[in-house]
């Protein structure tokens, strides 16, 4: 590839994050290997992709796509890989001792992780740290169905290690909101998502914030802030638009979790503002990159860079500094939250009138020109991205009215373009989560 720093593996995905890691990689003189079970990724068509692979998909056999990355792994270029969602880092921590005999290992042992990916865990270990956060527990102890509550998978990747052997077979489902009233068939549910969900009492707050991290066994190395004002529904789910902050209290608690996990690698902590009490209360923590990471980098703190820094043991002098109070897009997300305003309906979440949330898009995209995919240098991927959600769309709508599945049809590529929740089961759909 012709590199002189090694080269990295990142899974490419839907979401901007892998794109983000080759613009910041790759000018650095480090190859990329972008690799995914589908062509089609948006990262496969950027400028600074070296190489593609194709994989299994993980959401079909996840051990089959473990013992692929460790194939790739093996080869003597590279050095390390990117874990840009659930599955990656589960498989990347299951196997930490086979990914370590070939190359850097910076992210958490499989031990740790679980206290992450298993949200039971995740919340007895918030309250071990102080950290505030919804009463949480199990289907099958929650009795209180006079309030307002959220049902919600109680791991985030349907995995062997927490499901069993069905797991390959198992839809854990995502989200749901529930209005006060009688109880729901508990049994049905268990049946439907193949484990036992946890229920949590609802925080009446569609922003959510972010605290971003990078450790190193311990020691953040390198923190950010966000708070997105929107996401692809009116309801959250993945980040749309969002603005960097800086707030004392929310680098409190996201540093105290952290710090009370002993944590090694990348980490998303989210929280919800509880508008009764004015404390963060912890929403989940996303043990990889997350997909508005575009927006860290412009604001200041190269994450990737750093990553790979931490991997190949460059030293990382001091903690990076950002800009305040800047915003950045997706802008497939902005149409998402738009349409999820014209047509949708959410239980316990207030729908703002479409023309006001035109009006705020539309002024929000002028006044903040930084977009996700969209830069003048690379502009493939974004162009990719649109023909896949066009594409997505289309095959919807003849699904949905004429019953008939989508034709294949060629997406550009280098060559020819040079020149998931519903009302039902809302916000923070797997394929493009935060």
Not at 191 to 197: A, E, N
Not at 313 to 337: F, K
Not at 368 to 374: G, I, K, M, T
Request: glycine share 8%; proline share 9%; with cysteine.
């Amino acid at each position: 590839m012709g590199t002189t720093e090694g080269s990295v593996l990142v899974p490419g995905i839907a979401a901007p994050s892998t794109v983000a890691c080759l613009r910041s990689l790759g000018p650095r003189g480090v190859g990329t290997i972008v690799g995914s079970e589908s062509a089609s990724t948006p990262a496969a068509v950027s400028a600074r992709c070296d190489a593609f692979v194709e994989l299994p998909d993980p959401g079909t056999d996840i051990d089959a796509y473990g013992e692929a990355l460790l194939a790739v792994a093996e080869r003597p270029e590279v050095r390390t890989v990117i874990p840009v969602r659930e599955e990656d880092v589960y498989v990347l921590s299951r196997n930490r001792g086979a990914f370590g005999a070939e190359i850097a290992t910076p992210w958490p042992s499989f031990e740790t992780l679980r206290r992450v990916q298993d949200r039971l865990e995740l919340f007895a270990a918030a309250e071990d740290a102080g950290v505030a956060a919804p009463e949480t527990r199990s289907l099958a102890e929650w009795d209180d169905w006079d309030r307002e509550t959220i049902v919600k998978p109680r791991y985030t990747v349907a995995a062997p290690a927490y499901l069993g052997p069905e797991a390959g077979r198992v839809d854990v489902g995502s989200t749901r909101y529930r209005s006060p009233g009688r109880p729901p068939d508990s049994e049905a549910i268990v049946r439907q998502r193949g484990h036992v969900p946890i229920v949590q009492e609802y925080v009446r707050d569609s922003r959510e914030y972010g605290f971003f991290a990078l450790y190193d066994r311990g020691e953040p190395l390198a923190t950010f802030q966000h708070c997105q004002h929107r996401g692809y529904k009116y309801a959250g789910g993945p980040s749309a638009y969002r603005e960097s902050t800086a707030i004392p209290e929310l680098e409190a608690a996201g540093l105290a979790l952290l710090d009370h996990l002993e944590w090694h690698g990348l980490a998303m902590v989210e929280f919800l503002r509880n508008p009764d009490t004015g404390q963060f209360e912890l929403m989940e923590i996303n043990p990889r990159f997350w997909s508005s990471l575009p927006f860290s980098v412009r604001a200041g703190v190269d994450f990737p860079d750093l990553y790979w820094r931490l991997a190949t043991g460059q030293p990382i002098e001091r903690m990076p500094d950002y800009d305040v109070g800047i915003g950045g897009h997706l802008v497939r997300g902005e149409l998402s939250y738009l349409h999820s305003v014209a047509t949708e309906e959410y239980p316990l979440v207030d729908r703002p009138a479409f023309a006001t949330a035109l009006r705020e898009v539309a002024t929000s995209v002028v006044r903040e020109r930084r977009f996700d995919y969209a830069v003048a240098d690379d502009p493939l991927p974004f162009v990719q991205d649109g023909w896949n959600t066009l594409r997505a769309c289309a095959g919807e709508w003849l699904r949905r009215y004429r019953g008939t599945e989508l034709e294949a049809i060629e997406p550009p590529t280098a060559e020819t373009a040079s020149g998931r929740p519903t009302a039902s089961e809302p916000p923070r759909p797997p394929a493009d989560r935060e």
